[in-house]
């Protein structure tokens, strides 16, 4: 595989705002495949899309079916994955870098909930396991640091700006404030110091605009993955409406 982390290190610097990095969540092979046909340089996988593929719902993978479901997407595509490892799964240091790199990921999310109590994790506590991380990983691996002030109901600019700037100094190499509202985003790209990642949501601003809002990076959590399965459920409807009709037909 010739996808690098220094590839995707890159791809976040020296962009112009109204050119932010737009990584589509593909959520299989095929889906991964269609998005790098079309020429985008990297792609993120969501941890929802996946796990919706999979038949489970977020959160509830287990991390030997999400890590095969992440080296599925690497195999067929010759482009940098990111991955959305969630919280970790439980996994040391050692055996999340261990298993990100056997499924040919070079980039991982870590949110900092903590999936036991669905709360907000020890800002320093998740800072230094993000070390642990980056020194098991070395430059190998671009850490992208998920903040969840706003998803647990601390809507706290200063709070979201006090846990980027410790994950920052742990070694992260992107912050992802989920759900940030977008007119925030400069302020904190630039009270953090990294390149931020905005999520791009239905009825949000889009992905240029972001990056004109202070966005580096453009992903979209499992939006593609909802976008496909309504159009395949519209296509259901259709064909089911076409075999009633033409079964009622031939009974009269």
């Given at each position: 595989?010739n996808?690098?982390a220094?590839?995707l290190r890159?791809?976040h610097?020296g962009?112009?705002?109204?050119d932010?990095?737009?990584?589509?969540?593909?959520?299989d092979?095929?889906?991964?495949?269609?998005f790098a046909?079309a020429g985008?340089?990297?792609?993120?996988?969501?941890?929802?899309g996946v796990?919706?593929?999979?038949?489970?719902e977020?959160?509830?993978?287990?991390?030997?079916?999400?890590?095969?479901a992440?080296?599925r997407?690497?195999?067929?595509?010759?482009i940098p994955?990111?991955?959305d490892?969630?919280a970790?799964?439980g996994l040391s240091?050692r055996?999340?870098?261990?298993r990100l790199?056997?499924?040919?990921?070079?980039?991982?999310?870590?949110?900092d909930?903590?999936?036991a109590?669905?709360t907000l994790r020890d800002?320093r506590q998740?800072a230094?396991w993000?070390?642990q991380?980056?020194?098991e990983?070395?430059e190998a691996?671009?850490?992208?640091?998920?903040i969840d002030?706003?998803?647990?109901g601390?809507?706290?600019?200063d709070?979201t700006i006090?846990?980027?700037r410790?994950y920052a100094e742990a070694?992260?190499?992107c912050?992802y404030?989920?759900?940030a509202?977008?007119d925030?985003?400069?302020?904190?790209?630039g009270a953090?110091?990294?390149?931020?990642n905005?999520v791009a949501?239905?009825?949000?601003?889009?992905?240029?605009e972001l990056?004109?809002?202070?966005?580096?990076?453009?992903?979209?959590?499992p939006g593609l993955q909802?976008r496909?399965?309504?159009?395949?459920r519209?296509?259901?409807e259709g064909?089911?409406a076409?075999t009633?009709?033409?079964?009622?037909?031939?009974?009269?």
């Open positions: 595989m996808a690098t220094a590839a890159e791809l610097h962009r112009n705002p109204s932010p990095l737009v990584l589509p969540g593909p959520w092979a095929a889906s991964a495949k269609v046909d985008f340089p990297a792609l993120a996988t969501p941890s929802a796990a919706a593929s999979l038949g489970y977020d959160g509830q993978t287990p991390a030997d079916e999400m890590f095969d992440i080296a997407i690497t195999r067929a595509v010759d994955v990111s991955a490892v969630e970790g799964y240091a055996e999340l870098v261990g790199a056997d499924a040919g990921a070079v980039g991982c999310n870590l949110e909930t903590d999936p109590t669905g800002a998740q230094d993000l070390a991380v980056r020194a990983a070395g691996l671009v850490i992208n640091a998920r002030t706003y998803l647990r601390v809507p706290d600019a709070e006090r846990r980027g410790l070694g992260a190499d912050v404030p989920f759900v509202p977008p925030q985003l400069a302020r904190l790209a953090i110091g990294l390149p931020v905005a949501l239905p009825d949000g601003p889009a992905p240029r990056g004109t809002l202070g966005a580096t990076r453009i992903t979209f959590g909802w496909a399965m309504a159009a395949v519209e296509m259901a064909l089911r076409e009633m009709g033409r079964a009622r037909t031939d009974r009269t």
